[in-house]
C-alpha cells in the first residue's frame, strides 16, 4: 500500500504555500491582532479562490467536498504560513450547516451555505461551556507567608472528562487556556500568574454536553465574522452581536462572547448529530493546523541553529541541540500519518489520536524553538514569536490533550 498523497493533492499543496509565500502573512498577522482585518480578508478571499472553505460542504450547497484529505491538506499550509483569522470554526460551521440541510432543517441553512463556501461569510462558533466550576484554591491560612497559592489537584477520572473547547479550552480549565487574566495581581479570580491555567476537578462528555446545554463560551474573531453560529442546548443561533474582546495568548486570536439574541437557524434532536460532524471537522482542521506551525517552528529553529555560532562553531553541530531537533523532528513526523490516517477513516478515536499528537508535537516544536532561540525568541520583533504563540491554543482547541486521549481509549464520544 502507498500511503501518500496524490499528484494532485500535492499539487494543491504546492499552489497554496505559493500563494501564501507571496502573501507575506506575518504583516497580515500582525494586522489582524491590531484589530485591522482589511489584509487578512485579502488573503481569504484569495484562499477561497483555490477552494479552501468548500471542502467540507457537499455540492449541492456549492462546495466541493466532502474532501478531508484534501482539508487537510489545505490546514497544514495554513498552518505552516500562520494564517489568521476563523478558518477552522469556518469549516466547522459548513459542517454543522450542510449536516443540519442534509436532515432537512429549513432553508436559512441552505442560503447560508453558499457564502462560506465562496468565502464571502467568514463563520465562527460558539458552544456551550462544557467544563465545570473553577479549581479551588487551598485556603490561604494553610500556606506559609509569601507562598504561591496551591491548587486542588484533580482526579484521574476527571482529566479524562476534560471536555473539548472550540476557542482553545485550558487543559479541563473552565475558561478558555489562551484567554488571559485582566484583573488583579494573580489574574482574574485569584488565577496564577501569566494566566497559567489549572486542571479543574470534573467536566462533561461531549454526548452529555450536547443533551445538557449549558453557558455559551468564547468565540474567536466575533468581531470580524459575518457569522457567529451559537449552539445552545438543540438549538443553533445566529448571534447577533458579540462582547468586549478579551486578550489573548495569541493576540491573532480575538476572543469575544456572543450575545444571547439573533437568529434561529435550527432546533430539534438533529442538531446533536450536525454538532458532533462539526467536531470531527474542527478536530480534523485544528490537527493539521498545529502540525504546520511545528513545521515552520522546526524549519526556523534549524535555520537558526545554523547560523548562531558560539566558540567559533555552528551550535546546531553540538550534540545536545541535534538531539532536541531530532526528538521535535520524530514528533511531528509521527503526527503526520496519524492526521492523514484520520482524515480517511473520520473516526473518532483517529481524530483524537491524530489531534493529541498534532498537538502535542506542535507544542513541543515551540517549547524546542524557544529553548534553541534563547532570549531572542521572546520578542515580538521576531516573525518566529507569531508561531510561537499559536502553538498551546492550537494544542487545546477542540480537544485538550487529556479529552482526546480518553476519547481514544474509550472510541466513543457519548
Known amino acids: 500500500m502507498r500511503f501518500l498523497p496524490t499528484e494532485e493533492q500535492r499539487d494543491f499543496a504546492r499552489s497554496l504555500d505559493a500563494l501564501l509565500t507571496a502573501a507575506e502573512t506575518p504583516a497580515t498577522i500582525r494586522a489582524w491582532a491590531s484589530g485591522d482585518p482589511a489584509p487578512g480578508r485579502a488573503l481569504w478571499s484569495r484562499l477561497a479562490e483555490t477552494g479552501v472553505f468548500a471542502l467540507a460542504i457537499p455540492e449541492p450547497y456549492e462546495g466541493v467536498g466532502p474532501l478531508p484529505v484534501e482539508l487537510a491538506t489545505a490546514f497544514v499550509e495554513l498552518g505552516r504560513h500562520g494564517v489568521p483569522g476563523p478558518v477552522v470554526e469556518t469549516v466547522a460551521v459548513g459542517a454543522l450547516l450542510s449536516e443540519l440541510a442534509g436532515r432537512g432543517e429549513g432553508a436559512l441553512t441552505k442560503r447560508l451555505l453558499p457564502g462560506i463556501a465562496t468565502g464571502e461569510t467568514l463563520a465562527t462558533l460558539a458552544f456551550p461551556d462544557w467544563a465545570s466550576p473553577a479549581p479551588t484554591p487551598v485556603p490561604p491560612r494553610r500556606r506559609p507567608p509569601g507562598a504561591a497559592p496551591s491548587w486542588v489537584v484533580p482526579t484521574r477520572s476527571a482529566l479524562r472528562n476534560a471536555c473539548p473547547q472550540p476557542g482553545g479550552g485550558g487543559e479541563g480549565g473552565h475558561r478558555p487556556a489562551e484567554r488571559l487574566p485582566t484583573t488583579g495581581p494573580r489574574g482574574e479570580g485569584g488565577a496564577p500568574p501569566g494566566g497559567a491555567k489549572v486542571h479543574n476537578a470534573g467536566g462533561l462528555r461531549v454526548g452529555t454536553a450536547l443533551r445538557n446545554g449549558g ?7 466575533a468581531d470580524v465574522a459575518d457569522l457567529v453560529a451559537v449552539v445552545r442546548g438543540d438549538e443553533v443561533w445566529s448571534a447577533a452581536s458579540h462582547g468586549a474582546v478579551h486578550p489573548s495568548a495569541d493576540p491573532a486570536r480575538r476572543l469575544s462572547r456572543p450575545t444571547p439574541d439573533g437568529e434561529l437557524i435550527a432546533a430539534g434532536p438533529a442538531v446533536r448529530g450536525a454538532v458532533e460532524q462539526a467536531v470531527r471537522w474542527a478536530m480534523l482542521a485544528t490537527a493539521a493546523q498545529a502540525l504546520g506551525v511545528g ?5 526556523r529553529t534549524v535555520a ?17 541541540v541535534k ?11 509521527f503526527a503526520r500519518p496519524l492526521l492523514f490516517g484520520a482524515a ?17 508535537a506542535a507544542y513541543a516544536a515551540a517549547r524546542t524553538a524557544l529553548q534553541i532561540h534563547g532570549a531572542v525568541g521572546y520578542t515580538e520583533e521576531l516573525d518566529l514569536s507569531l508561531w510561537l504563540r499559536k502553538a498551546r491554543p492550537l494544542r487545546d482547541a477542540w480537544g485538550t490533550p487529556s479529552w482526546c486521549r480518553a476519547q481514544v481509549l474509550s472510541g466513543s464520544w457519548s
Open 304 to 320: 537558526y541553529a545554523r547560523q548562531r555560532t558560539q566558540f567559533g562553531t555552528s551550535i546546531g553541530s553540538f550534540q545536545a
Open 344 to 360: 480517511l477513516t473520520f473516526e473518532s478515536a483517529d481524530l483524537a489520536a491524530a489531534k493529541v499528537a498534532a498537538g502535542e
Open 215 to 221: 453557558a455559551q463560551q468564547d468565540a474567536l474573531d
Open 295 to 299: 513545521l515552520t517552528l522546526l524549519d
Open 323 to 333: 538531539h532536541r531537533l531530532a526528538d521535535t523532528l520524530l514528533g511531528l513526523e
